[in-house]
């Protein structure tokens, strides 16, 4: 009988992509004779050495190609040049001779890593297989078409050799006297357990969690390494404790199919022996699709230690932490509750000895939920025809040999998509999956299918990649009615990162912990309006208690939908929630426009828009600062910018890098996240279709924690102003019932209260000394500062024909290095709210003397190719056109 190791290789002694080679061509094989998939002629895999750069590089046709075929039936012609790897499918893996069939046996190596390193190194180096065109497809073909029959469904786990071992493992099983006739009934779902396994975790800090993800899985090794001994002691003479009912997940009989069908020691392991596979509609075997499976997946279960510290020590990666930990905890409970009942020695034809590892476990759940299709994403006649209940079908997913090749790109929704139904001619038992061609697509392009809308901790924990500028990117951010306090002091470091409009700090909103101050602040009339505004009486009663509720920060600048509503009351004067009280009491609010009848002038508006810019700013530096805390351990004692004024993330040190010092922290060189992230996350990236994503797990990091300060650093940009802040929330302004009134005011100064919640003065105190009108025409924006506040009077200039590419740190350095050091104090270029992208146009704000300089030098400002347009900023040409942007 041959073993894994033999079959694993192919003949081949080199191992590595000669092997792989071989699996493919028998990969293909199977799934045009055996399994009944039928590949469009143009279609091609790419082994995993032709991305490597070289443009020769074998690839496995799915036609005959009349003048390269050769007699493996490879072609040895390339895919159009090296090109880039695939993210999230592909395939590889191998084994060398040297193995001996127990998976990872390198220290060094990632926990659930198998085979030898010459084959995990190929993986590294060229992220699997790609599905590619060898020539010209048009549109509405068929690109794929798939069989039930040749899809690792929960029906077909349930019949199989080593779904039945798994199964007569557990209490509840009939062959051990249970009552539970369906398989499945036995099982629970793999989310449910987690979420118990997680609720272990929730007091745990990150160092804490990190310990137990360790202890986790050596518990599981020893073990494994104790279940062993005993069989080689004992032999028959083994007692066995069969596992409580529910208390294995939907995913175990998953892993042990696919550990089964991987590493026998067969050719062709059968998918099972039983009367019961005769039941369905099913292939013999999916040994030759297992065994193309990448040896190694990248998901932070499968993480090394220095690697999961990364996110221990951030405050950020808590939330995936967490997860790995309830991962880790579920695959280590399941694992040793099916040696205490037996699985090593009770099913030797199935599991011979040594199959099972701790490493080849995880290495199964990281390929099952990498490559797993939720059942909704299919037809629904797939569910239909089967056996399972439909909540099976959708815990456990479907696995769809060939089309998990495929690899993922943000827009592949237009390259392929599923047929929805079969013709009505046909014979259902014949009825396939069919992927369509969406489009014509060109020889030698790669085909991509579109995994979903996914954020980047989501993107991460699946499939072990993050997507650089992801759109769907968000972070948690919580909210007491101590951070939402008027009639204070500003806090003494406040620096406003957002045009206040002449609105003195004394009239602003900011936050406080003290008792009379909240109070005084949160009068019961205030309370009953937040209440209304937000439909939830719970959050309001939490409130109360001094507890916080949560919202969303998005990555398109967005502000969450509750937590508006609840920054329009905290910021409201009192006479405002006063006079609201007394119109909602004489008139009956419209039907869910829970504010109706509350005005809000101009004076209101700034004010709303003031106190979330205040809000995203504090969260957005105790984010950097947590941040920074952990980077300097990771990253040569790097030091980040903490703040968000002075550009935020695109902050850049005065003089391109001076020694300078973030409060409470040594001298050294200080970075803005922006030039960190640009310095250190593209490492390891890959660049697909010109987005770029992460691969690795430092990379993975920070990608995922570049997805949370951007989203709150582009929330922040989009209320730098009342134009913009207004277009982003108009629709919800109208939902609440809010009338705007922009009848240009003068606005009141006051002066501050001396309030016990004060705490300590501020730069802004002295922002405004005069009264100033509203400028109607130019929005506020082109307002000089008087000269009587003690700080130079300035104008911002609107600059038009920007690339797209540009920066604005870089646009920064531009205008700085023209016309001196303290020439710019704010710079910023608007995006786009789907995609992040440059609008064409920015706006620099200089110091009256500098801005005339620019307007009337005559100079010609070239940057990046383009010759800039340089105007005062007004609100028509500024806030929605593209200026004199373009392309780039």
């Known amino acids: 009988m041959s073993t894994y190791n033999e079959i694993i290789n192919e003949k ?45 590089a074998p690839i496995l046709t799915f036609e005959p190609q009349p003048a390269a075929a050769t007699p493996d039936g490879s072609s040895a012609g390339g895919a159009g040049g090296g090109g880039t790897g695939g993210i999230g499918g592909g395939s590889a893996g191998g084994g060398s001779a040297a193995s001996g069939g127990k998976g990872n046996n390198n220290k060094e190596a990632r926990c659930g890593a198998i085979d030898e390193p010459v084959d995990r190194a190929m993986y590294d180096r060229t992220i699997g297989c790609q599905v590619r065109t060898v020539r010209e497809m048009k549109k509405d073909e068929v ?65 804490q969690l990190l310990v137990k993800i360790l202890q986790e899985r050596k518990k599981a090794e020893t073990a494994l390494a104790k279940a062993e001994q005993m069989m080689n002691e004992n032999g028959d003479d083994l007692t066995n404790k069969l596992a409580a009912s529910k208390s294995i997940s939907h995913r175990a009989p998953y892993l042990a199919f696919l550990i089964h069908q991987r590493f026998a020691n067969m050719e062709n392991p059968p998918v099972g022996t039983s009367i019961s596979v005769g039941e369905i509609d099913v292939v013999e075997t999916f040994s030759p699709y297992a065994r193309t499976l990448p040896c190694s997946v990248c998901a932070p279960i499968c993480w090394k230690r220095n690697e999961l510290a990364l996110l221990a020590g951030c405050i950020p990666g808590m ?93 592949a929704d237009t390259q392929i998509e599923w047929s929805n139904s079969n013709s009505e001619e046909e014979d259902p038992s014949t009825w396939c999956l069919k992927a369509i061609t969406q489009e014509k697509t060109k020889k030698h392009l790669q085909i991509y299918r579109n995994y979903g809308s996914f954020d980047n901790e989501s993107f991460m924990m699946k ?139 101009r ?39 903490a703040k968000a004024s002075s550009g935020g993330l695109n902050y850049v040190a005065p003089g391109g890098g001076d020694s300078m010092a973030v409060e409470g922290e040594s001298p050294g060189v200080v970075m803005g996240w922006q030039t960190f992230f640009d310095t250190y996350a593209y490492n390891s990236s890959m660049e697909v279709e010109d987005r770029y994503y992460a691969i690795a797990p430092d990379c993975c990091a920070l990608t995922l924690y570049d997805g949370h300060v951007r989203s709150l650093q582009n929330t922040l940009d989009a209320l730098a102003n009342d134009s913009v802040f207004l277009d982003n929330v108009k629709q919800q302004l109208e939902e609440l019932g809010c009338t705007l009134d922009n009848t240009p005011a003068v606005v009141e100064i006051k002066s501050a209260p001396q309030n016990k919640g004060g705490q300590g ?64 104090l704010e710079c910023h270029i608007p995006t786009e709210r789907e995609t992040g992208n440059s609008r064409g146009f920015g706006f620099v704000t200089m110091p009256e003397q500098f801005a ?26 500024s806030a929605r056109g593209r200026g004199g942007g373009g392309g780039g």
Request: with cysteine; proline share 4%.
């Open 463 to 601: 499939y072990g990649i993050a997507k650089m500028s992801n759109a769907a990117d968000k972070v948690k951010i919580a909210w007491a009615l101590v951070d939402g306090v008027g009639g204070v002091d500003p806090p003494k470091d406040y620096e406003p990162v957002s045009d206040s409009c002449g609105v003195p700090s004394s009239q602003l909103v900011f936050e406080s912990t003290d008792a009379d101050s909240l109070k005084s602040w949160w009068t019961e009339q205030r309370l009953a309006m937040l209440g209304k505004a937000t439909h939830k009486n719970d959050s309001l009663d939490a409130l109360k208690k001094g507890k916080k509720i949560t919202f969303w920060a998005l990555n398109n600048g967005k502000i969450d939908q509750v937590l508006f509503p609840v920054a329009v009351v905290a910021a409201l004067p009192p006479e405002k929630i006063l006079e609201w009280h007394r119109k909602s009491a004489s008139a009956a609010p419209i039907s869910g426009r829970p504010l109706d009848g509350l005005t809000l002038d």
């Open 852 to 877: 005339i300089a620019a307007l009337e030098s005559g100079r010609s400002h070239e940057m990046d190719g383009r010759i800039l347009k340089v105007a005062k900023s007004n609100s028509a040409g």
């Open 12 to 56: 081949k002694a080199e191992g590595g992509a000669a092997s792989l080679k071989a699996r493919l061509i028998k990969f293909r094989k199977w799934s045009t004779k055996q399994a009944g998939i039928t590949i469009h002629g143009a279609l091609c895999i790419v082994n995993g050495e032709a991305t490597d750069g070289s443009r020769n």
């Open 319 to 411: 939330s995936a932490l967490q997860k790995v930990a309830a991962q880790t905890m579920q695959l280590a409970a399941e694992l040793m509750a099916l040696l205490d009942a037996g699985l090593l020695w009770r099913f030797p034809s199935t599991f011979s000895p040594g199959m099972i590892t701790w490493d080849r476990w995880v290495w199964a759940a990281a390929v099952f939920e990498s490559r797993a299709l939720p059942s909704s994403s299919l037809p629904s006649w797939i569910v239909m025809k089967g056996k399972s209940s439909s909540d099976v079908w959708e815990s456990c997913g479907v696995m769809v040999p060939f089309l998990d090749m495929v690899n993922h790109e943000n827009d």
């Open 603 to 641: 004076a209101n508006q700034i004010t709303v828009r003031m106190y979330l810019s205040f809000f995203y700013a504090k969260k957005l530096e105790r984010l950097l600062q947590s941040l920074n805390s952990c980077m300097k351990d990771h990253f040569n004692n790097v030091q980040l910018w």
């Open 761 to 824: 003065s501020s730069k802004a105190d002295n922002e405004s000394k005069s009264k100033k009108k509203d400028d109607k025409g130019n929005g506020n924006k082109n307002r000089r500062r008087d000269k009587k506040d003690g700080r130079p009077p300035a104008i911002k200039l609107h600059i038009g024909n920007l690339s797209y590419k540009t920066l604005p740190n870089q646009l920064y350095d531009f205008f700085t290095k023209l016309y001196g050091k303290n020439s710019v």
């Open 143 to 207: 690109a794929l078409s798939v069989p039930l029959s040749a899809m690792i469904t929960p029906d077909v786990i349930s019949v199989s050799d080593a779904g039945q071992a798994v199964l007569q493992c557990m209490e509840s099983s009939p062959a051990n006297g249970g009552s539970e006739s369906n398989f499945w009934g036995a099982f629970d779902s793999t989310s449910n357990l987690e979420k118990v396994q997680m609720g272990k975790t929730v007091s745990s800090r990150g160092p």
